[in-house]
């Protein structure tokens, strides 16, 4: 079995391993396999909200396969296709190329995809699949430009070594942006994860970084670029990541990260239930808001149904989340609180989710449940 | 309400919130609560088996409550109870101290607990709540001696600063020591994780660790120290983490880890079954087994059934992993590998689980089914 060259193939029925289909949507319970994808992948735990830069182990994780254990030292990086010229750069030559550091928030597009009904089958996230880091490397542009992008250019797709099979499917994680995403100047092969170099489990010893669109377009483990004249059809492509209404739907790709905020959780939670207790009196609700789209103009808390607006702390920047909060004062009994962020676009958080075959880009509304005492 | 104070006492029906118990096995569906707790805690990628030190992120993480966010610069150590001097140390002042590293695999009292049916209502983990790091800090016994240990003392309580609500009981985390275990010259209080200040998520600044016992008894936040007279009472010792047979039963505590074996899973996974394909030929199995008894003396590979013995690497040394591999040349077809470690004390892992009602200290050998092409 090759993984490398059957990216864009599918198998035929006699050929593929007889396995579930991932995101087939399942009204049962939570499955034996869904339980193993949540032992290995993790989200943030919400009250890491409070740190503007969520450290790893805190920051979310998803492999589709497992971690590769690569070595810096022997490893390179291959740029080719519609290229004039076809690199080959090592980790030492890509540290001396000019180097910038993003602040990004990421999310899972499949966050929030276990409040789903039917559920899809797939990583069950609840509703924490998201991290801000500072991420340093080399900007993408400029590893594009030293390579010189011939006409007619219009994708480029990036694989990772990590391997395995999906949907039947033996292939390389890959995936391609638009020419035009991959020339942003904000777009980065990171090496470096807040100050320090990648983490194995986050992509070691290089990444792309996207800001801006869902987590699933910054391919980890990066091992090659290729600069592409016609749409990449890849599985990761082609088939995941894509807003469909059915299986038979073709659907439309999953790009940007829809407008969303999350609260930290106030007071002490219970261990089982994660329900939350509080003494009655002030506290300061806060939370982190973000948009793929664009710059977060308003946050709203629903505090027992009615919403008021939070104080908004100046942007960080670039597609990094942005800091509310918004003092309460608890009385005693059950409350529900709630957060709704809005961006300049006027995309705001639904207050119910809208349901898709594949459990992509959910940003309903959150709700915090309270026990003031 | 006052979490500090109410540790050892069970509060009654009437003032409890009705929560669902903790640890009520149910042969049921995964639960809504199950998979919270399982998308806030995370466990080791088996793949992760291949490194002898564990970075944050892959090591696992259980954390009752909310991990504290706490400033190191205003935070204080106490040391009290039966002692000659109480102590108030600055991390500054533990920091200047004589300080040791100390390699150390923890693991999870509720490892595998998923396993078990009917299913204990808890942390649902499958079989990878394992992870080995450097730990560097201050040797309790040496700090004890400093406050001078008075006659009689029975036991040393180490409580967190992380506190919610557990089986209807306000609390800090809390667990004691039996005087003879926290006087071992390896336990430590640990400030550097891997030769870094403690990730947030693993205690930060500082926490205990035990090597040799499951992973509860190294508690993470350390605020406190206090010597007793007296066995503690606190839920996490007199209720949480106990062998029962039923929840009648007094049942015995959890202390050290039993002996277990971990393979990496050889070729490359489907996503969501994590079936593991592989091609024809040799391929080294390896992993790593441990015990908290003493030393692993022994591990056999299973494979379809016939068990061999496995080559040891030399111990890293104390309480740490030891890795073992052996060469296998895979013939196509379906197979089922195992494998099974022995420590010096005579015990080997049992091939089926016994069940408790916590579902605590399973060690039953890992299974992993390849398909190889």
Chains 1, 2 share one sequence.
């Not at 948009?291 to 946050?299: I, L, P, Q």
């Not at 607006?309 to 670039?318: F, I, M, N, R, V």
Request: hydrophobic residues 40%.
């Amino acid at each position: 079995m090759n993984y490398r060259n059957q990216q864009s193939t599918r198998k035929s029925a006699e050929q593929a391993p007889v396995l579930p289909a991932t995101a087939v949507p399942d009204s049962g319970p939570l499955t034996r396999e869904e339980l193993q994808l949540a032992a290995r992948n993790h989200s943030m735990p919400l009250e890491a909200l409070r740190r503007e830069v969520t450290p790893p182990g805190l920051h979310y994780v998803l492999t589709h396969f497992d971690i590769p254990d690569l070595d810096a030292s022997s490893w390179h990086l291959r740029i080719g296709g519609a290229v004039e010229r076809a690199l080959e750069l090592s980790m030492a030559a890509l540290r001396r190329d000019p180097a910038i550091t993003v602040p990004v928030t990421l999310e899972c597009a499949g966050n929030g995809r276990s409040l789903l009904e039917p559920r899809p089958l797939s990583q069950p996230w609840v509703l924490e699949a998201v991290g801000t880091a500072h991420w340093t490397g080399v900007p993408l542009a400029y590893l594009l430009g030293k390579a010189g992008v011939l006409p007619h250019a219009r994708e480029v797709v990036f694989t990772g070594a990590d391997a395995g099979v999906q949907g039947g499917v033996p292939q390389h994680y890959a995936r391609s942006l638009p020419i035009r995403e991959a020339l942003r100047p904000d777009v980065v092969l990171a090496y470096r994860m807040n100050g320090l170099d990648l983490p194995p489990q986050h992509g070691y010893p290089l990444r792309l970084v996207v800001p801006g669109w869902y987590g699933m377009a910054s391919v980890k483990w990066l091992q090659s670029i290729e600069v592409v004249r016609a749409p990449f059809a890849g599985f990761q492509q082609q088939s995941a990541y894509r807003y469909q209404e059915s299986a038979d739907d073709a659907g439309t790709p999953v790009t940007r990260i829809r407008v969303r905020s999350l609260m930290v959780p106030p007071g002490v939670p219970d261990f089982f239930t994660r329900q939350r207790f509080l003494p009655a009196g002030p506290v300061m609700l806060e939370g982190r808001a973000w948009s793929g789209e664009g710059a977060v103009t308003a946050v709203d808390v629903g505090i027992d149904g009615t919403w008021v607006p939070a104080h908004l702390e100046k942007p960080a920047g670039g597609f990094a989340w942005r800091r509310w909060s918004l003092p309460w004062v608890a009385d005693p009994g059950e409350h529900v609180l709630a957060c709704r962020a809005t961006d300049i676009t006027g995309a705001t958080q639904p207050l119910e989710q809208h349901w898709n075959y594949q459990g992509m880009g959910n940003n309903v509304v959150q709700q915090v449940r309270v026990t003031v005492e």
